[in-house]
């Protein structure tokens, strides 16, 4: 019988593993084709229009290119380190949708330290950013790997203390009990001022604008990847977009029920809501302009993790009380 168990639950994980494959393939050429036409559409213009039904296709297009450029690799730089970086940025997004619960029943793997996961593999991508920074041996690429580690470790203090007062008040870091104790009322609602912190953070933690200094195109060329092409560059791009999934999915999990909703399956409610946040951080995008550095660390320091302690504070106590 144990035998028969083990045999079920390996299908399952590798039938899991390779929806997952799929869903971020898919999820990456939805969301740049999703982030063309919502710039378009700000700026008053149609986007891409010939190829596939207004441009649905030209993703699919550019994927293509890019599995045909060379991959080419500068004389002087770390190579060993050089050619890890793109598979260590990939490979933890892969890994933390083990424990995303997209509906009650659609889950890989219901763990009970779930976001300790999720956190603990994200943290593997500003490691990632340095290797590729260091290793390319080229000023701005240094530069963007520098920004980005000061900017990861400045931000993710804030977004920790926020989750910690949603698992306070749960009891639980398993992400189906979290979805479970929002049956009457979504967190969104009893805790505004831990969504809304928790969505600047998600913000600057995926190195999206107002707060992708790491990348500055102005300023960086094109950062930390600068001296990638090819499928090594296309990594670093479908690490960039799974992660904005991932946060939306936190998001979704924390704050908006989950897969919880009328009428609908859980999976389509989770999605709806997901892609809601997702259009929300391409709107930060085209609407704010891009930030300082010292202004950057300076809103993490002095603005956010006070707010965060104060709000965990203050969360601890209403529930000692209650």
Same mark, same amino acid.
């Given at each position: 019988?144990?035998?028969?168990?083990?045999?079920?639950?390996?299908?399952?994980?590798?039938?899991? &593993?390779?929806?997952?494959?799929?869903?971020?393939?898919?999820? +990456?050429?939805?969301?740049?084709?999703?982030?063309?036409?919502?710039?378009?559409?700000?700026?008053?213009?149609?986007?891409?229009?010939?190829?596939?039904?207004?441009?649905?296709?030209?993703?699919?297009?550019? +994927?293509?290119?890019?599995?045909?450029?060379?991959?080419?690799?500068?004389?002087? #730089?770390?190579?060993?380190?050089? @050619?890890?970086?793109?598979?260590?940025?990939?490979?933890?997004?892969?890994? =933390?949708?083990?424990?995303?619960?997209?509906?009650?029943? @659609?889950?890989?793997?219901?763990?009970?330290?779930?976001?300790? /996961?999720?956190?603990?593999?994200?943290?593997?991508?500003?490691?990632?950013? /340095?290797?590729?920074?260091?290793?390319? !041996? !080229?000023?701005?690429?240094?530069?963007?790997?520098?920004?980005?580690?000061?900017?990861?470790?400045?931000?993710?203090?804030?977004?920790?203390?926020?989750?910690?007062?949603?698992?306070?008040?749960?009891? =639980?870091?398993?992400?189906?009990?979290?979805?479970?104790?929002?049956?009457?009322?979504?967190?969104?609602?009893?805790?505004?001022?831990?969504?809304?912190?928790?969505?600047?953070?998600?913000?600057?933690?995926? !190195?999206?604008?107002?707060?992708?200094?790491?990348?500055?195109?102005?300023?960086?060329?094109?950062?930390?990847? $600068?001296?990638?092409?090819?499928?090594?560059?296309?990594?670093?791009?479908?690490?960039?977009? $799974?992660?904005?999934?991932?946060?939306?999915?936190?998001? $979704?999990?924390?704050?908006?029920?989950?897969?919880?909703?009328?009428?609908?399956?859980? #999976?389509?409610?989770?999605?709806?809501?997901?892609?809601?946040?997702?259009?929300?951080?391409?709107?930060?995008?085209? $609407?704010?302009?891009?930030?300082?550095?010292?202004?950057?660390?300076? &809103? =993490?320091?002095?603005? &956010?993790?006070?707010? =965060? @302690?104060? !709000?965990?504070?203050?969360?601890?106590?209403?529930?000692? @009380?209650?």
């Amino acid at each position: 019988m144990a035998t028969a168990a083990q045999s079920v639950s390996i299908v399952g994980m590798i039938a899991g &593993l390779i929806g997952v494959m799929a869903l971020v393939a898919v999820n +990456a050429l939805f969301l740049i084709w999703m982030e063309r036409k919502v710039a378009a559409h700000m700026q008053l213009r149609p986007g891409p229009m010939e190829v596939g039904w207004h441009g649905a296709l030209q993703t699919i297009a550019d +994927a293509l290119k890019l599995l045909g450029k060379e991959l080419i690799t500068p004389r002087d #730089v770390d190579r060993p380190v050089y @050619l890890a970086a793109p598979i260590v940025i990939f490979l933890p997004v892969l890994v =933390s949708f083990l424990v995303i619960p997209f509906s009650q029943n @659609l889950i890989i793997r219901d763990m009970h330290v779930g976001v300790l /996961l999720i956190l603990s593999f994200a943290a593997l991508t500003v490691l990632a950013i /340095l290797m590729a920074g260091w290793a390319s !041996n !080229n000023k701005y690429a240094v530069f963007g790997a520098i920004r980005s580690v000061a900017q990861n470790v400045a931000y993710e203090i804030p977004l920790l203390i926020t989750l910690m007062s949603i698992i306070l008040m749960v009891g =639980s870091f398993r992400l189906t009990d979290i979805v479970a104790a929002q049956n009457r009322v979504w967190f969104i609602l009893v805790q505004p001022v831990a969504f809304i912190l928790y969505i600047i953070c998600a913000t600057a933690e995926t !190195n999206r604008a107002p707060f992708d200094l790491p990348e500055a195109e102005s300023e960086l060329v094109a950062g930390f990847h $600068t001296e990638y092409s090819g499928m090594r560059f296309a990594l670093f791009f479908l690490a960039e977009y $799974t992660n904005m999934f991932i946060v939306a999915a936190l998001v $979704t999990i924390f704050f908006l029920g989950g897969w919880r909703g009328p009428f609908l399956p859980g #999976v389509v409610w989770f999605l709806l809501k997901v892609y809601a946040i997702i259009f929300l951080i391409m709107w930060f995008r085209w $609407t704010f302009p891009r930030v300082r550095f010292d202004q950057l660390i300076t &809103l =993490s320091w002095k603005i &956010l993790i006070p707010l =965060s @302690l104060a !709000n965990l504070i203050i969360t601890a106590f209403v529930l000692k @009380l209650v």
